[in-house]
């Protein structure tokens, strides 16, 4: 209890109490978080049990009783009949999923290049970033979609849809990792003319263990700053690729899917089906990009 007394007193939590801003858009998160996590048991239906389901609740606008059935539902429903409440939250687990994993698969990537780039060097460090800047001159969201395809293209026909969710995760991870290599290279090079990486090689400590167990702690706090905003542009990625019907396979829709199916009612009255799940990726975004941009500011010493 008296660590957390004393973290709670610290200045990075004291300067989240003071921001508003801060404080909603983490409560949007975990709540949002929160309600892909726990989908089974708070959705009132599994919306891809297709033995649950009733066309004849098909259309159903948000909170009017069904014509035929006499149900309500609070989102209304699709063609099929499903929850729209339902399959947001059933899209979310997709959508932080994908995203998640490909930040982090990005920044495991990005980090460790960038720590051999600074660190050793020479022709080694020339390669890796003459690399990541040809990718640079390259859109982020056209380099996934090329990954994807090539990863598709190679992949049984009959495993595709297994897959897909892991494809996409790849091609986005792939597609990021150059921003975590850059500033990572660029902290290395500053932290390893210090007097405690000479130490280091001083009493013989292996490169391997000089990067991973000294120079890496010292350089993961912009780290941090860049994966929490990545987050917001890796949903967004993975919602293009899947509104463009390059992303998660239909039996596994993401709020990316959601958002191209319901497209297709806008025009014929059942605005519901595309309103919902396009607020809902709103919101998450935008809360994790504003909980990054504080958290740049909360850990840069040069604004305490």
Do not use: C
Not at 132 to 155: C, E, N, R, Y
Not at 167 to 181: P, T
Not at 292 to 301: E, F, H, I, T, V
């Amino acid at each position: 209890m008296e660590r957390l007394s004393r973290a709670w007193s610290s200045d990075f939590f004291w300067s989240f109490r003071q921001s508003k801003l801060a404080m909603i858009s983490s409560t949007v998160v975990i709540v949002l978080v929160l309600g892909a996590i726990l989908s089974p048991l708070i959705a009132p239906h599994n919306p891809y049990d297709l033995s649950t389901l009733n066309l004849m609740n098909g259309f159903t606008a948000p909170m009017e009783p069904n014509a035929f059935t006499g149900e309500t539902f609070w989102l209304g429903t699709d063609g099929q009949g499903r929850d729209i409440f339902s399959t947001i939250l059933y899209g979310l687990r997709i959508s932080l999923f994908v995203g998640s994993m490909a930040v982090l698969f990005a920044l495991v990537l990005g980090v460790s290049l960038g720590l051999i780039a600074g660190y050793v060097g020479g022709w080694v460090g020339a390669t890796i970033m003459r690399i990541a800047d040809v990718q640079l001159t390259f859109p982020s969201l056209l380099v996934a979609m090329l990954i994807f395809g090539i990863a598709k293209g190679v992949t049984p026909v009959d495993m595709r849809d297994q897959v897909a969710i892991w494809v996409l995760i790849l091609a986005i991870g792939l597609s990021d990792w150059v921003q975590f290599a850059r500033v990572v290279r660029g902290a290395t090079m500053v932290e390893k003319n210090k007097e405690y990486v000479q130490a280091a090689r001083l009493i013989g400590r292996s490169r391997l263990a000089i990067m991973v167990r000294h120079i890496l702690p010292n350089v993961l706090g912009p780290v941090l700053v860049i994966a929490t905003i990545s987050l917001a542009l890796a949903i967004i990625a993975e919602a293009t690729l899947s509104y463009l019907g390059v992303g998660a396979p239909p039996t596994q829709p993401s709020l990316g899917t959601l958002i191209r199916i319901g497209q297709g009612f806008l025009f014929s009255g059942e605005w519901w089906i595309l309103l919902f799940p396009a607020v809902t990726l709103l919101a998450l975004a935008l809360a994790v990009n504003l909980l990054g941009d504080w958290l740049r500011d909360a850990l840069n010493p040069r604004l305490r």
